[in-house]
C-alpha cells in the first residue's frame, strides 16, 4: 500500500462527501479509491467511514485521524514547493466560505487582486449564510461576521460592522419613526434567520444600558440582503449590518433610525482551524486579508442620516 495516496483518497473522499466525486478530483477510478481507503483502514485496523447507501461519515476514530491527515499532506505540501530554505510560494486550491452578500460586495474583489498576485492558488469558494464546519467539510478558511463560536479555530480580525435599524422612507410617513428601541414593538420588523436571537433585538443606550426589545414581523429569511430588499420596498424596518444596507442607505432608499441606541459593533474575522502549521496558501491569503480589510471602508455615517422633509402637527 502506498501510504501517501491512501492519506490523499481518504482525505478527499471526507472533502468531497463521495467516492465518486473524490475519485473525479483524483482523476482515478470509483474503485481504486475505495480499495487505497480499505487498505487504509486494514493497516491501522480501524474503520475510519461510516457508509450507508445515502452518506458518509466520520467515525470519531475517523474524524481525529482526519485532522491529523490533513495537517501531514499540508505540511508535505509546503515541503514540495519549498524552492529554499526561506521560500514557500503558496499554490493548490483554496476552499473558503464566506456569507453570501459580504462575499460578493468585498471577498471577491479581494480574490481578484490576491490571484493577480498569486497566479497558483485557485480558489474553491462557497456563499451561505450557515456556520460552516471547517473541518468537517473540509474548508480551509472562513471570513466570519461576530463570534468565532469555536476554541479550536483561530480568528484573526479584519475589520467591524454596525448593526443599522432602517427603514424606507414611505414606510417611516406610513407608520411614524420609533424614537426608542421599545416604540419597535409596534412595527413591522423584518426577522434574520442566523441571529443568536431572531425575535429579539439588543440595543445599548446613549448611557451604556443595554435594553432588550421583542419584534415581530410577516417575513423571516436567512439572508441579510433580502431582507435589506423588502425594507426598500417600505415592508418593514431591517436590521442589518452597513456593509449590507449601506448602498440602500446612500441612495436614499433606506433612512437610519434609533441611531443613539446602535449596539456594540461586531468583529469581522478571517477563521481557520488551528493548528501547528499552516498551509503556505491559507496563511498568505489570511495575511492578505488583514491588509486589504484594513484600508476598505464600507461603514455608514449613521449618526448623520439623510436629512428628509418632516410634517408639522
Known amino acids: 500500500m502506498d501510504r501517501f495516496q491512501a492519506l490523499t483518497a481518504f482525505a478527499r473522499v471526507v472533502e468531497a462527501g463521495s467516492f465518486a466525486r473524490a475519485a473525479e478530483r483524483l482523476g482515478v477510478?470509483?474503485?481504486?479509491?475505495?480499495?487505497?481507503?480499505a487498505d487504509l483502514e486494514a493497516h491501522l485496523d480501524a474503520r475510519l467511514l461510516n457508509r450507508t447507501t445515502r452518506r458518509l461519515s466520520l467515525t470519531?476514530?475517523?474524524q481525529a485521524f482526519y485532522e491529523r491527515c490533513v495537517q501531514l499532506l499540508a505540511d508535505l505540501?509546503?515541503?514540495?514547493?519549498?524552492?529554499?530554505?526561506a521560500s514557500v510560494v503558496p499554490r493548490g486550491t483554496l476552499r473558503l466560505t464566506c456569507s453570501a452578500t459580504f462575499g460578493t460586495r468585498h471577498l471577491?474583489?479581494?480574490?481578484?487582486?490576491?490571484?493577480?498576485?498569486?497566479?497558483?492558488v485557485r480558489f474553491d469558494v462557497e456563499l451561505s449564510e450557515r456556520v460552516v464546519d471547517l473541518v468537517e467539510e473540509g474548508f480551509d478558511l472562513a471570513v466570519r461576521i461576530g463570534e468565532t463560536?469555536?476554541?479550536?479555530?483561530?480568528?484573526?480580525?479584519?475589520?467591524?460592522?454596525?448593526?443599522?435599524?432602517?427603514?424606507?422612507?414611505?414606510y417611516l410617513a406610513r407608520n411614524g419613526e420609533p424614537r426608542k428601541p421599545e416604540d419597535l414593538a409596534r412595527h413591522v420588523c423584518l426577522t434574520y434567520e442566523y441571529a443568536p436571537n431572531r425575535n429579539i433585538w439588543a440595543?445599548?443606550?446613549?448611557?451604556?444600558?443595554?435594553?432588550?426589545?421583542?419584534?415581530?414581523?410577516?417575513?423571516h429569511a436567512n439572508n441579510g440582503r433580502f431582507n435589506e430588499a423588502l425594507a426598500?420596498?417600505?415592508?418593514?424596518i431591517a436590521r442589518e449590518p452597513d456593509f449590507i444596507v449601506g448602498p440602500d442607505v446612500r441612495a436614499g432608499r433606506l433612512t437610519p433610525i434609533l441611531c443613539a441606541y446602535e449596539p456594540p459593533p461586531l468583529n469581522i474575522y478571517v477563521v481557520y482551524p488551528s493548528r501547528r502549521h499552516l498551509s503556505a496558501k491559507v496563511r498568505t491569503f489570511a495575511d492578505f486579508l488583514v491588509e486589504h480589510f484594513a484600508t476598505e471602508r464600507w461603514d455608514l455615517p449613521v449618526a448623520d442620516p439623510p436629512v428628509r422633509s418632516r410634517r408639522k402637527v
Not at 505540501?77 to 530554505?85: F, L, M, T
Open 29 to 37: 477510478s470509483v474503485s481504486s479509491v475505495s480499495r487505497q481507503v
Open 60 to 62: 470519531e476514530t475517523g
Open 77 to 85: 505540501e509546503e515541503a514540495e514547493v519549498a524552492v529554499s530554505a
Open 108 to 120: 471577491a474583489p479581494a480574490i481578484a487582486a490576491f490571484a493577480a498576485r498569486h497566479p497558483q
Open 149 to 170: 463560536r469555536s476554541q479550536n479555530m483561530v480568528g484573526r480580525r479584519v475589520g467591524t460592522t454596525r448593526l443599522v435599524c432602517c427603514a424606507a422612507p414611505a
Open 203 to 219: 440595543f445599548r443606550d446613549p448611557e451604556g444600558g443595554e435594553r432588550s426589545v421583542r419584534i415581530a414581523g410577516p417575513v
Open 232 to 236: 426598500a420596498e417600505g415592508v418593514g
